[in-house]
């Protein structure tokens, strides 16, 4: 976003997503299954990863024609702040720390600033979407709190 790279292709999904042959989980296991592991304190994309990983469920919406987050809103076990978030806090805090050891680090004084922007300008897009409450605020003095 703020580097003048370009991106990086992915890789490119079926045109026509079916439900693979080897799959024997039913959509209520599956949604079973998402609740479970994210009342194990585990992320949405956690989740997704060890549906993926250690129970061989490639997609989540190809079988229960919903997303993990939409299957954890009705599970009441989706996470308070998206995850986005979460993690551009995370590294505003990291680099907080760090520039408390290390005064003159400007680059880093630098990527402190970019990521307010960002945690700033994701927050005017969830309030958008209702995600966040109106008043919802970033407080870098109470950014651990946040977290907890």
């Not at 703020?2 to 949604?31: D, F, N």
């Not at 989540?60 to 551009?88: F, N, R």
């Not at 897009?125 to 966040?132: D, G, I, Q, W």
Request: charged share 30%.
């Amino acid at each position: 976003m703020h580097s003048r790279k370009k991106g990086k292709a992915g890789s490119t999904r079926p045109v026509t997503p079916s439900i693979p042959s080897w799959i024997t989980y039913k959509p209520q296991e599956v949604e079973q299954l998402v609740v479970k592991l994210a009342k194990g304190e585990k992320s949405p994309s956690q989740v997704g990863m060890t549906l993926r990983d250690s129970y061989g469920i490639p997609d989540v919406k190809i079988i229960t024609k919903k997303t993990v987050m939409q299957i954890l809103k009705e599970g009441k076990a989706a996470p308070k702040l998206p995850e986005d978030m979460l993690s551009l806090i995370k590294r505003y805090i990291a680099i907080t720390k760090h520039l408390e050891k290390n005064h003159k680090d400007m680059g880093a004084a630098r990527g402190l600033h970019l990521t307010l922007s960002k945690i700033n300008r994701l927050s005017k897009y969830y309030k958008r979407k209702k995600t966040l409450a109106a008043d919802w605020q970033f407080e870098p003095s109470k950014a651990k709190l946040l977290l907890e």
